[in-house]
């Protein structure tokens, strides 16, 4: 079992930055960050692949809606993922949680059974116009 917790959410206004942290008990092979806005599909936004179990360069991958505003990136030392997420819209707006699995099923992703991936609690992002 892994143990992930976000910080990092809060409001800010469009065009500005926020940083997201997740601090896991230890990295998968694939640590990815979804959003969810209620009453819609939780989405993938950016995943890493690599930590302790890769043997190269990490590889990352980004939903196209926030591709060149985010960047995902990890920290083997302390375990932590982190989303910089910079020039904000206001559809941007969602919980965003932590994911973490030991295989990736492709895409921006990890485990496509998503009950197959450990999640954290979520941290909310509202960005206003």
């Known amino acids: 079992q892994v143990q992930l917790e976000e910080t990092g959410g809060g409001s800010v206004q469009s065009g500005g930055s926020l940083r997201l942290s997740c601090v896991a008990s230890?990295?998968?092979?694939?640590m990815g960050w979804f959003r969810q806005v209620s009453g819609k599909e939780r989405e993938g936004v950016a995943v890493?692949?690599?930590?302790?179990?890769?043997?190269?360069?990490?590889?990352?991958y980004y939903a196209d809606s926030v591709k060149g505003r985010f960047t995902i990136s990890s920290d083997t030392a302390t375990n932590t993922l982190y989303l910089q997420m910079d020039k904000l819209k206001p559809e941007d707006t969602a919980t965003y949680y932590c994911?973490?699995?030991?295989?990736?099923?492709?895409?921006?992703?990890?485990?496509?059974?998503?009950?197959?991936?450990?999640w954290g609690q979520g941290t909310q992002v509202t960005v206003s116009s």
């Open positions: 994911a973490a699995a030991r295989v990736w099923s492709g895409g921006v992703g990890c485990h496509r059974d998503l009950s197959e991936n450990h």
């Open positions: 230890r990295l998968s092979y694939c």
């Open positions: 890493i692949l690599g930590g302790p179990m890769a043997g190269g360069d990490d590889a990352t």
